[in-house]
């Protein structure tokens, strides 16, 4: 990508804001979490773009959304592009689905709605597919990126799999013969995943307070840092990415409060 004109985006997802100041959730402090990965990455570099791929709130309360969304325009006022997550209550989160897409030089960014208000599994219908193919038959841009919060394909943990977009196999297909589309990137999994179908990346990027352990059968948090990925778009269609961590995060899980439903 030497030489090429790039765009920079900062991907952040699994945000898992907390309604009471000081609350945790499995002993993280999610406020506290999301500002150290934000002071961080902007301190790294000023992005072109923010993405937040879902899951903002854990107690997904109007005021919380309000709150996240006075506070993160405080820290960046660029663009920004915001899906909802399974933990979400779309109907709650106001000015932070105001934009349905981005545009960037050269590149446009969409958004798949792939969840159902505060519950786990993905939900990507027809017309939701319908939806986006519009999207992007109307775009005059070269390149396209979507972004969603649920993975399209299983990611070797059993209980998260049987989660992801269940017609992710139909989806990929119609993104990688649609040729324009260049990645899809998701969050949901907190966990680093980077896959592909055909040629279209699949970048799935962690959580910016808690991880999920890879290959676990069941529940379980691996003791990992809080992240976030940074995209590289290249005017050439190219993308090129990086998953950084807060190293020095005083990270300290309390696995006695998760209670199994």
């Given at each position: 990508?030497?030489?090429?004109?790039?765009?920079?985006?900062?991907?952040?997802?699994?945000?898992?804001?907390?309604?009471?100041?000081?609350?945790?959730?499995?002993?993280?402090?999610?406020?506290?979490?999301?500002?150290?990965?934000?002071?961080?990455?902007?301190?790294?570099?000023?992005?072109?773009?923010?993405?937040?791929?879902?899951?903002?709130?854990?107690?997904?309360?109007?005021?919380?959304?309000?709150?996240?969304?006075?506070?993160?325009?405080?820290?960046?006022?660029?663009?920004?592009?915001?899906?909802?997550?399974?933990?979400?209550?779309?109907?709650?989160?106001?000015?932070?689905?105001?934009?349905?897409?981005?545009?960037?030089?050269?590149?446009?960014?969409?958004?798949?709605?792939?969840?159902?208000?505060?519950?786990?599994?993905?939900?990507?219908?027809?017309?939701?597919?319908?939806?986006?193919?519009?999207?992007?038959?109307?775009?005059?841009?070269?390149?396209?990126?979507v972004a969603t919060h649920h993975p399209p394909v299983a990611i070797g943990c059993p209980w998260l799999d049987r989660d992801?977009?269940?017609?992710?196999?139909?989806?990929?297909?119609?993104?990688?013969?649609?040729?324009?589309?260049?990645?899809?990137?998701?969050?949901?999994?907190?966990?680093?995943?980077?896959?592909?179908?055909?040629?279209?990346?699949?970048?799935?990027?962690?959580?910016?307070?808690?991880?999920?352990?890879?290959?676990?059968?069941?529940?379980?948090?691996?003791?990992?840092?809080?992240?976030?990925?940074?995209?590289?778009?290249?005017?050439?269609?190219?993308?090129?990415?990086?998953?950084?961590?807060?190293?020095?995060?005083?990270?300290e899980i309390d696995r006695s409060a998760f209670r199994p439903?």
């Amino acid at each position: 990508m030497s030489g090429l004109h790039v765009q920079r985006v900062l991907q952040i997802t699994d945000v898992h804001l907390r309604a009471v100041a000081g609350e945790t959730l499995l002993g993280v402090d999610t406020w506290h979490s999301v500002a150290a990965v934000l002071d961080q990455a902007l301190a790294e570099h000023r992005p072109d773009a923010l993405l937040v791929t879902g899951d903002v709130a854990h107690d997904p309360d109007p005021a919380v959304y309000a709150r996240f969304y006075g506070w993160l325009k405080a820290r960046y006022p660029g663009p920004t592009l915001v899906t909802p997550g399974n933990h979400d209550i779309a109907g709650n989160m106001g000015a932070l689905l105001e934009n349905a897409h981005l545009e960037l030089s050269g590149w446009q960014v969409l958004t798949l709605d792939s969840h159902v208000d505060d519950e786990p599994q993905a939900l990507v219908s027809d017309a939701d597919l319908a939806g986006l193919e519009a999207a992007c038959n109307r775009s005059a841009n070269a390149h396209l990126l979507v972004a969603t919060h649920h993975p399209p394909v299983a990611i070797g943990c059993p209980w998260l799999d049987r989660d992801r977009i269940q017609n992710g196999h139909e989806l990929l297909e119609w993104m990688a013969e649609h040729g324009r589309i260049k990645a899809l990137v998701f969050g949901h999994a907190h966990q680093e995943l980077d896959l592909a179908h055909r040629q279209l990346s699949l970048l799935g990027t962690p959580s910016t307070c808690i991880q999920f352990e890879p290959g676990s059968n069941q529940f379980s948090v691996d003791e990992q840092k809080p992240g976030y990925r940074w995209l590289l778009l290249g005017e050439d269609g190219s993308v090129r990415s990086e998953v950084r961590r807060v190293a020095d995060y005083p990270l300290e899980i309390d696995r006695s409060a998760f209670r199994p439903n």
